[in-house]
């Protein structure tokens, strides 16, 4: 790993995305790390380890583009929000937020996911090169991702299966434990029933043969954790362990409930226990917040920790350039009342407390800034600068310009290609489309039909391209339409009908599954 870590550029098929991010995140670096696929890019700042920000060449993930696709946002609130973000030269969140098509708590989710699906997009990439620019590492984004439960995801849902297979071989017909003390500790990790109860068959040592007869579950999903756990260096060879601690790694941590609610730290969740334990002594009701208030003050601190890496000290504990001393401690003492997080005693709100450190570290910062003489005067004189700059810049234009890479738009011709007959043509286009948005599974699986389409002998390879588009989205019915159809024509009755009743349960009103399995049937009195 620390050898990885010094790598100023490589390829990902010698050192694949999930190890790469690992020793980055494992010797804390800073910087701006570049990865390139033919037409696609992507730098992503990592700070001390941590990616909290990417950026593409990809229109589908921008933000706006990406509220879209999920729903949270219309064409027409999107094109407005656009033009006025452009014309006033502010993110496009502060534009949604002001005009109240998102909240604070929400935009921070949707930032967080986003932000999520373009690196794990980067799993898939079995080909391609990586690189640190040298450009500084600066970023206004608040936001982190937990490198850990990252690589589990990406290792699990989307690296390919060759890199998995090559990467597991060394282990197979070892011994397997759970690492006592692991860089990543276990717990840190919220693993799914499933996941959880292959690492507790792990817990007394076991060969992976043994693990499958252990817990019943597929090989190629057992293969798929072992590989993200010894990543992560959470599963070793028994034989690299002491015997008295093989057994004793930390307990489990359960995934985060479906519902989408959010689990208490264990302090907060002790500190509840106790106030009950308190109350039924004392006699005494706690105090109930009303959940409007609640709602108020979790947008009120996550909006002020979506912009607080974006403002100056001035901005940020809104102090005017002229105030006095008196106005300055004023200000930052009400800062302080708004953001302590001492002062978030409802257990509602315990989720917050981290933002609210940040953001009252940063108010101490702005303050300590302010209440210096030379500080204060170099940030004044920089802010005149910037405004003589934006002074002398012609009024912005509404028309907005782009070079990003639109898969939607070179789908939507591929598409119009195939059903005019042109399947060679449409193909490259198609192909084009899964290559920039690889955790599409419609994109993945009309590019294995088209690829069909232009010549049978590729049956084996859009067949695993579809198995893959399945594995990836278990709802995506087109792929297992396409595959039922692919084995009906080449004969393969008994491995079509699987698959075509499947995709009749996903693609209901739709007719084709039907019709497919009624070609079948008539195939199979033939």
């Known amino acids: 790993m620390e050898e990885i870590a010094q790598l100023r550029e490589g390829s990902l098929p010698e050192v694949p995305f999930a190890p790469l991010l690992l020793a980055l995140a494992l010797q804390r670096r800073t910087l701006v790390l570049e990865v390139r696929r033919r037409q696609v890019w992507k730098r992503i700042l990592l700070e001390d380890g941590v990616p909290v920000d ?50 604070a708590v929400d935009l921070f989710r949707i930032l967080q996911q986003n932000l999520a699906k373009k690196l794990l997009d980067l799993f898939t990439w079995n080909e391609g090169e990586f690189r640190w620019l040298e450009e500084p590492p600066s970023s206004e984004s608040s936001l982190k991702v937990k490198v850990p439960q990252l690589i589990l995801t990406g290792v699990t849902k989307f690296a390919p299966q060759e890199e998995v297979d090559m990467s597991v071989g060394p282990l197979v017909g070892k011994r397997l434990v759970l690492h006592p003390r692991p860089p ?99 006699k005494m009701a706690p105090p109930v917040v009303p959940p409007q208030d609640l709602e108020r003050r979790r947008n009120e601190i996550m909006q002020a920790y979506l912009s607080y890496r974006r403002q100056d000290a001035f901005d ?29 005693d409802p257990p509602e709100l315990a989720a917050m407390a981290e933002r ?35 002074a002398k810049k012609p009024a912005a234009s509404f028309a907005i310009k782009t070079d990003l890479l639109d898969s939607e738009a070179q789908y939507k011709k591929g598409k119009a290609l195939l059903e005019a007959g042109k399947p060679r043509d449409a193909l490259v286009l198609l192909e084009f489309a899964a290559d920039c948005d690889p955790q599409n599974g419609v994109y993945a699986a009309e590019t294995a039909w088209c690829r069909f389409l232009v010549s049978s002998a590729h049956s084996g390879r859009s067949l695993r391209e579809l198995a893959e588009a399945l594995r990836r989205d278990p709802n995506c019915g087109l792929a297992a339409y396409y595959a039922g159809e692919i084995h009906r024509q080449l004969g393969q009755v008994e491995e079509a009908e699987p698959h075509l009743r499947r995709a009749l349960k996903l693609m209901s009103p739709d007719r084709r599954p039907i019709d497919a399995l009624k070609a079948l049937a008539g195939e199979r009195k033939r």
């Not at 583009?65 to 064409?75: I, K, T």
């Open 184 to 282: 990543f500790p276990l717990e840190d990790l919220r693993l799914h029933p499933r996941q959880a109860q292959l690492a507790e068959a792990l817990r007394p040592g076991r060969r992976m043969g043994e693990l499958a007869e252990a817990t019943g579950l597929p090989v190629d999903e057992i293969t798929r954790l072992l590989y993200a756990l010894s990543i992560l260096g959470v599963v070793v060879a028994a034989d690299t362990v002491p015997k008295e601690l093989i057994g004793t790694a930390p307990p489990l941590r359960p995934a985060a409930p479906a519902t989408g609610a959010i689990p208490l730290p264990a302090a907060a969740a002790d500190r509840t226990d106790r106030t009950d334990r308190t109350d039924r002594t004392d």
């Open 54 to 103: 990417c950026r593409s060449n990809l229109a589908h993930e921008t933000l706006g583009r990406y509220m879209v696709l999920e729903g949270r946002l219309s064409e027409e609130e999107f094109t407005a929000s656009l033009s006025k973000s452009a014309a006033r030269g502010v993110p496009l969140g502060e534009v949604l937020l002001e005009h109240g098509l998102v909240t």
């Open 356 to 390: 609210a450190r940040d953001l009252f570290l940063a108010g101490a910062r702005a303050y300590g800034e302010l209440t210096d003489r030379e500080q204060r005067s170099t940030l004044l004189f920089r802010r005149k600068t910037l405004r003589d700059e934006r």
């Open 316 to 344: 940020l504990l809104g102090v005017p350039e002229e105030a006095s001393a008196e106005g300055i401690d004023e200000r930052f003492l009400a800062f302080c009342r708004r953001f302590a997080p001492w002062t978030l």
